[in-house]
């Protein structure tokens, strides 16, 4: 890319989120320049293979969801992940390690990427005539950088600091328009830098794979061990799955709900930490594969079990946002055991790390459709309707996206609609906030 290129695809974008985004609630404006940062990956990235493609696509659906979901914790897990997977589709990874290294790579070259467009821009205007201002410019951007990130920290944290610079400056420092577009013109170049950097630099440096720490006896005892924990307990939860009530009092004496408390958090616990040994053990003869096979298969029932003690507390409290978003980890993680069966039974794990990033991407895309918000209102009124108690708090504390289906609940239920503006303007414009209009007007 030549260095007039560079400067109008970092820059530009730049320039025009700080000026359009500023004061318009999260929407269009967002999603399309998140979009437009992903047409930055692909163009400085010289090879288009399939999987570079996947990556992008994925992305690029993920950008979209600032436009289509009101909920700001969505929208921002959605950025996120859109922008690992920009950079891993920069970075074109393969193994576990160049896919680790390339998902946060954007990240490492944040202010690097940043630094680059300074210098960029200083050489394009001509190094005789700048070259004692370059230091200084460089230092002014970052020292900007650096004043963006701090200033609203301790402004926050201290309320007379902010009131001898509101006094000082003249600013209202809860909404400052040009501390926020100093603030959006930083972060977008430094994104546009950072995945430029990360085209022309390698996310992580190639070295000689080692060879196994432990031999086969080893980790035939030590797998061994744990299929027998694991089936020990499973033969457990077997009988509680199925038992009902009465065998959970009998066993434990704690209602459904306490046993479901006791236990969630630690089965994902053993859960990620299973995927973590099958990571690191031996798998090079029939036994330790099939050691390893039934090792997954124990985990799936032990993920079943914690679905089940999840579902268990959600009928007793009510679905919140954490809820669900444990509910999409079992899921995930589940996902994962079965690639990894998969992979033993071929023999070949060559294509686990990609096909692992691939089945992440389409949990986040198809979590971020499902409408998280809506679906917590839903299973919450559903509960209602059934005759149990409803936080109306909690609920008025969504965001619009619930409101179509909050709007179906009686006078009687005492939840009060969140006030909506009557336009987001286009920068701002909402599918979610939309929903939301019509079904107020509705009732």
Same mark, same amino acid.
């Given at each position: 890319?030549?260095?007039?290129?560079?400067?109008?695809?970092?820059?530009?974008?730049?320039?025009?989120?700080?000026?359009?985004?500023?004061?318009?609630?999260?929407?269009?404006?967002?999603?399309?320049?998140?979009?437009?940062?992903?047409?930055?990956?692909?163009?400085?990235?010289?090879?288009?293979?399939?999987?570079?493609?996947?990556?992008?696509?994925?992305?690029?659906? !993920?950008?979209?969801?600032?436009?289509?979901?009101?909920?700001?914790?969505?929208?921002?897990?959605?950025?996120?992940?859109? +922008?690992?997977?920009?950079?891993?589709?920069?970075?074109?990874?393969?193994?576990?390690?160049?896919?680790?290294?390339?998902?946060?790579?954007?990240?490492?070259?944040?202010?690097?990427?940043?630094?680059?467009?300074?210098?960029?821009?200083?050489?394009?205007?001509?190094?005789?005539?700048?070259?004692?201002?370059?230091?200084?410019?460089?230092?002014?951007?970052?020292?900007?950088?650096?004043?963006?990130? @701090?200033?609203?920290?301790?402004?926050?944290?201290?309320?007379? #600091?902010?009131?001898?610079?509101?006094?000082? #400056?003249?600013?209202?420092?809860?909404?400052?328009?040009?501390?926020?577009?100093?603030?959006?013109?930083?972060?977008? +170049?430094?994104?546009?830098?950072?995945?430029?950097?990360?085209?022309?630099?390698?996310?992580?440096?190639?070295?000689?794979?080692?060879?196994?720490? !432990?031999?086969?006896?080893?980790?035939?005892?030590?797998?061994?061990?744990?299929?027998?924990? @694991?089936?020990? #307990?499973?033969?457990?939860?077997?009988?509680?799955?199925?038992?009902?009530?009465?065998?959970?009092?009998?066993?434990?004496?704690?209602?459904?709900?306490?046993?479901?408390?006791?236990?969630?958090?630690?089965?994902?616990?053993?859960?990620?930490?299973?995927?973590?040994?099958?990571?690191?053990?031996?798998?090079?003869?029939?036994?330790?594969? !099939?050691?390893?096979?039934?090792?997954?298969?124990?985990?799936?029932?032990?993920?079943?079990?914690?679905?089940?003690?999840?579902?268990?507390?959600?009928?007793?409290?009510?679905?919140?946002?954490?809820?669900?978003?444990?509910?999409?980890?079992?899921?995930?993680?589940?996902?994962?055991?079965?690639?990894?069966?998969?992979?033993?039974?071929?023999?070949?794990?060559?294509?686990?790390?990609?096909?692992?990033?691939?089945?992440?991407?389409?949990?986040?895309?198809? @979590?971020?459709?499902?409408?998280?918000?809506?679906?917590?209102?839903?299973?919450?009124?559903?509960?209602?309707?059934?005759?149990?108690?409803?936080?109306?708090?909690?609920?008025?504390?969504?965001?619009?996206?619930?409101?179509?289906?909050?709007?179906?609940?009686?006078?009687?239920?005492?939840?009060?609609?969140?006030?909506?503006?009557?336009?987001?303007?286009?920068?701002?414009?909402?599918?979610?906030?939309?929903?939301?209009?019509? +079904?107020?007007?509705?009732?």
């Amino acid at each position: 890319m030549s260095r007039s290129s560079l400067l109008l695809a970092g820059l530009g974008p730049a320039a025009l989120a700080a000026a359009t985004l500023a004061g318009h609630p999260v929407g269009a404006g967002v999603a399309l320049t998140a979009l437009v940062l992903v047409g930055i990956a692909v163009r400085v990235t010289a090879a288009s293979d399939p999987w570079r493609l996947v990556c992008w696509a994925a992305a690029a659906a !993920l950008a979209l969801m600032p436009a289509l979901r009101s909920a700001g914790w969505v929208a921002t897990l959605s950025l996120f992940a859109a +922008a690992a997977l920009a950079s891993l589709g920069v970075v074109g990874a393969r193994s576990w390690r160049e896919v680790a290294a390339g998902a946060v790579a954007w990240v490492r070259n944040l202010v690097p990427g940043l630094a680059l467009l300074a210098v960029v821009a200083t050489a394009a205007a001509g190094k005789r005539r700048w070259g004692r201002l370059a230091p200084a410019a460089r230092g002014g951007a970052l020292a900007a950088l650096l004043l963006a990130v @701090f200033v609203p920290l301790f402004v926050t944290a201290d309320a007379a #600091f902010a009131q001898v610079l509101g006094d000082a #400056f003249d600013w209202d420092l809860r909404v400052d328009r040009t501390a926020l577009r100093v603030m959006i013109f930083l972060l977008v +170049a430094g994104l546009a830098g950072a995945l430029t950097l990360t085209a022309v630099a390698p996310a992580v440096a190639g070295s000689e794979p080692r060879g196994p720490w !432990l031999g086969r006896t080893e980790w035939r005892i030590a797998l061994a061990a744990l299929d027998l924990l @694991f089936g020990a #307990f499973v033969v457990l939860q077997l009988a509680t799955l199925f038992g009902g009530d009465e065998h959970v009092l009998r066993t434990a004496g704690l209602t459904y709900a306490e046993y479901a408390r006791e236990g969630f958090a630690q089965l994902m616990v053993v859960a990620a930490l299973t995927l973590g040994v099958i990571a690191l053990a031996r798998r090079d003869d029939r036994g330790l594969r !099939l050691l390893l096979g039934l090792l997954c298969a124990l985990a799936l029932v032990v993920l079943a079990s914690a679905l089940k003690r999840l579902g268990l507390y959600e009928e007793a409290f009510g679905f919140t946002r954490l809820r669900l978003l444990a509910h999409g980890g079992i899921l995930w993680l589940g996902g994962l055991f079965v690639l990894v069966l998969a992979a033993g039974a071929r023999r070949d794990g060559r294509w686990l790390p990609r096909a692992t990033v691939v089945l992440s991407a389409a949990f986040g895309i198809a @979590f971020g459709l499902s409408n998280p918000d809506a679906r917590i209102a839903g299973h919450n009124v559903a509960r209602y309707e059934r005759g149990g108690p409803l936080d109306v708090d909690y609920l008025e504390g969504l965001s619009p996206d619930a409101t179509p289906v909050l709007a179906r609940l009686p006078p009687e239920a005492g939840f009060t609609p969140r006030w909506l503006a009557d336009d987001d303007g286009l920068a701002g414009a909402n599918l979610g906030r939309a929903h939301a209009r019509a +079904a107020l007007k509705r009732r």
